[in-house]
């Protein structure tokens, strides 16, 4: 069975990625896969003549150019592009350093814009395709401790998200913002979630998240990752497809939170909010 739709992943050698990939694969689609150790990636999906793993580093203009022309050369075409790659950072604004900041950003943020700007020439060419980026519930709220940087990545990428969303959709392109809560893959294990280089014992509320994170939520997260990637792979294959995907039952219930909570507020200083006109 061959889909012949073409996807083309980042940061698929482990996590939401990794289990992405294979189940593409299972479906007969076409594959291009990024990590930053092909050897990695190869090595946890095995070969395939669907399958195109690649080494690419995405804070790279021309690492990623090279890896959509590849993806181009031997597939012929990209459908559906999924920014995946990302790192968490907890620490608390004061404690993190710029460097580390925007270290964050250079990843989260601009990687993704690196390989949007690298796959559109192609999307629009032929008038069709779905950009999925990968955010967060993080990136719908920012109400957690120590996770300020990551947030105001994740809350970018909704944004531009959004944005990007009105620019395509004359072409026939769509785009969708993935926010999933927990899932119980290797995100807050330590090779993924970077910490302070200098923490400050006075923000006690962030070395509780931190602790929290690192030694009772991991492994213990209740999404199931082959499930969140089914859905995201039901919605490509969807006629219509939703701006904001919310992943997990958790997400679900911190959305309706942040919306609640906006209301409040709206309502509570309607008045004053609204008199500020001429």
Not at 57 to 82: C, H, M, P, W, Y
Not at 156 to 173: P, R, W
Not at 241 to 255: E, S, W
Request: with cysteine.
């Amino acid at each position: 069975m061959n889909n012949q739709k073409v996807w083309f992943v980042t940061g698929a050698s482990k996590g939401l990625g990794l289990s992405l990939v294979k189940q593409l694969l299972n479906k007969g689609y076409n594959v291009a896969a990024t990590s930053r150790n092909v050897a990695d990636l190869e090595g946890a999906v095995g070969k395939s003549e669907s399958f195109l793993p690649l080494a690419v580093n995405i804070t790279d203009e021309k690492s990623v150019t090279d890896a959509i022309n590849q993806t181009i050369s031997l597939f012929g075409r990209i459908d559906v592009v999924v920014n995946n790659a990302g790192y968490g950072l907890v620490g608390g604004l004061e404690e993190l350093t710029d460097a580390e900041a925007r270290a964050n950003f250079d990843v989260n943020v601009f990687g993704s814009l690196n390989v949007i700007r690298a796959a559109m020439p192609h999307l629009r060419e032929q008038k069709s395709g779905h950009i999925f980026n990968i955010s967060s519930i993080g990136g719908f709220t920012g109400n957690f401790p120590g996770f300020g940087i990551y947030c105001a990545t994740k809350f970018a990428v909704q944004g531009f998200t959004e944005s990007l969303a009105a620019e395509i959709k004359s072409f026939g392109i769509k785009a969708t913002i993935v926010s999933p809560g927990y899932f119980r893959t290797n995100f807050l294990a330590a090779d993924s979630l970077a910490v302070p280089k200098h923490e400050i014992q006075a923000y006690k509320e962030v070395r509780e998240v931190q602790a929290a994170h690192q030694n009772d939520i991991d492994g213990n997260q209740a999404g199931d990752p082959e499930k969140g990637v089914a859905a995201i792979i039901t919605v490509a294959e969807a006629t219509e497809a939703p701006m904001h995907l919310f992943l997990g039952q958790d997400a679900y219930d911190i959305a309706y939170k942040k919306m609640d909570d906006v209301k409040h507020d709206l309502e509570t200083w309607k008045e004053l909010s609204t008199s500020t006109g001429f």
